[in-house]
């Protein structure tokens, strides 16, 4: 395999920012990613991701901040100076060429010997696992495939930095699954950077080796994926990271140990910057699991199966609907008592911006 | 019963059912309107009101007065045609980026709506000796003597421009903002500059719609009459195939002659017409969008 990325330390992003008139999309993001690194910008619509992208990408001048890759401040130049490769989420093949012209085309523009070109078009296509599919126009392929040619002529370039727009969104459940590994395959193979938009926080804890959360243009956390998950910095990153029970409450006792009412009952937590006082709290689903003696009483609502596990919704004596998971077949109207490891229970400040 | 039925289910295979009654009233409106004057005046080109049944074709092609119509309409047509295209087309590229479209693309229909004879009358005050254009330029000392720009070729040219141009960009801007955004924004990322993008990715994906708008802009121009007399030298530079014509039937009130010329005019229309959409044909045909949207 030749298709590598160019050498390269680390691209920088400096406190860049992008307002539409009175619209702030981006807020002094900072950011350093690594080469290799494979980075995914996660949050809700509207948080600002794919303008971050965008901007990345030059597609959108900055208003604020500066971009470098190493020595070299890129956020002057435009798309077709900087060199990145980006996938579009509905993959922007160009429809009048075959997908070996379009493989080629950023080598064309390069004005690379034909000789050159159609060899390196050749390594693409097999990288993406496409041989003999070359001569076909874009529209006689299927989805996932037109996906794999657009990676393809994203990465023929050999770009230091490649960026993708929720690549995945258009396609069905079973290739979106396919497609993640092919993604991470050819990121491992290449040795380049990749920037990742998405607001499916499986695709980015699945993909990334770090994660970037935005929310209303501005940096929320950047962790590992396990941080993420298993740690977030604050009440609404861990709502969007999967707490979906995220609720008010009160907190007794000190740092050491925390011990939270809510929902009729009482639950040992720990505390992530929260302490005595009022709280709020942040729960998954997976976590809240029927236990003889649970502190929380409560009457199923829902419950779906999910294969393994059960995963329902109860409302509690007091009101609050909790999500929970349980490993036996519930019925609505059953009654049950729930529980939480406490290293399972997240407890932070009430304020915090939500 | 089961027989009706069994004619009902066949029609319906082949996409046939009672909605298919609706196209009838706009069947019997092309027959009336369009299908019949044509065959009529087609067949009363072949009854000269002397000679034999080809004789009117035979005098127009023997008589250079009559002949020489073709070109000077192609010589008119053509130019004005392809100036109206390859000028809409940077225009359309930059007002598809504008967001008050709506204002401007009204203003342009305004040209449209008043008709060819109002805007002839305009340009007469406006492009006369003693008009605003040639007393601005004078003013300015620009120029010493005014512009001939009246019965002459330029004024048609200037007035099939102006009344051409309208409706060429609003063909060419619908083409143009019918081609996905991100597909320029790929062939950026590829290192594609300006130049680049529009060579490799717009201008293949419009052909087919410019081809279209080259076919009905150039139907336009070259049936061109009013401005024609009005602006130009009707008995010279521009007598135009319509004026021959109209000669012949309301001069010479020959309406053999007149359809045969009639005849004529339309051949010459189908011909290019035909000619550039099997030049289409070659092109790539095809959605403008790269992939799901």
């Known amino acids: 395999m030749t298709i590598a990325s160019r050498d390269f330390r680390e691209l920088r992003l400096e406190e860049i920012s992008r307002d539409f008139g009175v619209l702030i999309a981006l807020s002094k993001i900072s950011l350093t990613v690594q080469r290799g690194e494979f980075i995914a910008l996660l949050g809700p619509s509207g948080c600002g991701k794919s303008t971050a992208l965008n901007c990345l990408a030059g597609l959108l001048p900055l208003t604020g901040g500066a971009i470098w890759l190493d020595e070299k401040r890129i956020d002057t130049l435009g798309p077709e100076g900087r060199g990145f490769g980006m996938v579009f989420q509905n993959y922007a093949l160009f429809p009048h060429m075959s997908v070996r012209r379009n493989i080629g085309f950023g080598l064309q523009m390069q004005k690379r010997p034909r000789a050159e070109i159609a060899k390196r078009v050749e390594e693409a296509l097999a990288l993406v696992r496409l041989t003999g599919q070359g001569d076909k126009l874009p529209g006689q392929i299927s989805g996932g495939q037109q996906q794999r040619v657009a990676i393809a002529r994203a990465i023929v370039v050999e770009p230091p930095l490649v960026l993708m727009d929720e690549p995945l969104s258009n396609l069905d459940a079973k290739l979106r699954l396919e497609m993640r590994s092919e993604i991470r395959r050819i990121h491992g193979l290449l040795g380049c950077s990749t920037i990742y938009v998405t607001h499916d926080q499986d695709e980015a804890l699945s993909l990334a080796d770090r994660i970037v959360v935005l929310r209303d243009g501005q940096v929320r956390q950047i962790g590992a994926p396990e941080t993420l998950y298993m740690r977030p910095a604050s009440a609404d990153v861990a709502e969007f990271m999967g707490y979906r029970n995220i609720i008010a409450a009160q907190a007794s006792g000190n740092a050491a140990g925390l011990s939270v009412a809510l929902a009729g009952g009482s639950l040992l937590g720990t505390a992530v910057d929260g ?19 649970g502190p929380i009483a409560a009457e199923v609502i829902t419950a779906e199966y999910r294969g393994r596990d059960f995963y329902g919704v109860a409302r509690a004596d007091d009101g609050t609907e909790l ?16 529980a939480a490891p406490a290293e399972r229970v997240l407890i932070y400040r009430a304020d915090a911006r939500r | 019963m089961s027989d009706r039925i069994g004619v009902r289910l066949r029609l319906a295979r082949r996409g046939m059912d009672g909605l298919t009654l609706l196209v009838l009233p706009a069947v019997l409106f092309i027959l009336a309107l369009f299908v019949y004057p044509f065959l009529y005046g087609l067949f009363l080109s072949f009854h000269p009101m002397k000679g034999g049944t080809f004789a009117n074709y035979i005098r127009f092609f023997s008589d250079p007065f009559l002949y020489e119509t073709i070109g000077t309409t192609l010589w008119l047509a053509v130019p004005v045609t392809i100036l109206n295209v390859v000028l ?98 790929a062939g950026a990322m590829l290192g594609a500059r300006a130049r680049a993008r529009f060579r490799h990715i717009l201008l293949p994906l419009l052909t087919p719609g410019l081809t279209i708008t080259l076919a009905l802009s150039f139907v336009q121009a070259f049936s061109v009459f009013p401005s024609a007399v009005l602006l130009g030298a009707p008995a010279g530079p521009t007598r135009v195939i319509s004026i021959a014509a109209y000669q012949a039937a309301y001069e010479q009130y020959d309406y053999s002659m007149a359809s045969a010329i009639a005849m004529i005019m339309a051949a010459v229309q189908v011909l290019i017409v035909v000619a550039l959409l099997v030049a289409k044909g070659i092109a790539y045909r095809g959605p403008a969008s790269g992939g799901k949207g």
């Open chain 2, 88 to 185: 809409s087309i940077p225009v359309a590229m930059r007002v598809r980026l504008l967001r008050r479209q709506k204002l401007l693309t009204t203003i342009l229909v305004v040209p449209i709506t008043l008709g060819t004879v109002l805007v002839a009358e305009g340009l007469l005050n406006y492009l006369g000796p003693r008009g605003w254009f040639n007393r601005v330029l004078m003013a300015a000392g620009i120029i010493d003597h005014p512009l001939m720009l009246l019965h002459n070729y330029w004024g048609v040219f200037l007035s099939l421009v102006i009344t051409g141009f309208p409706f060429t960009f609003l063909l060419t801007l619908s083409y143009v903002t019918g081609i996905d955004p991100s597909l320029e924004q």
């Open chain 1, 323 to 338: 999500y929970f998971r349980a490993f036996e077949r519930v019925g609505p109207g059953a009654r049950l008592r729930l």
């Open chain 1, 275 to 293: 302490a005595a006082g009022p709280v709020t709290v942040a729960i998954r689903p997976e976590d809240l699991t029927p236990s003889p003696d």
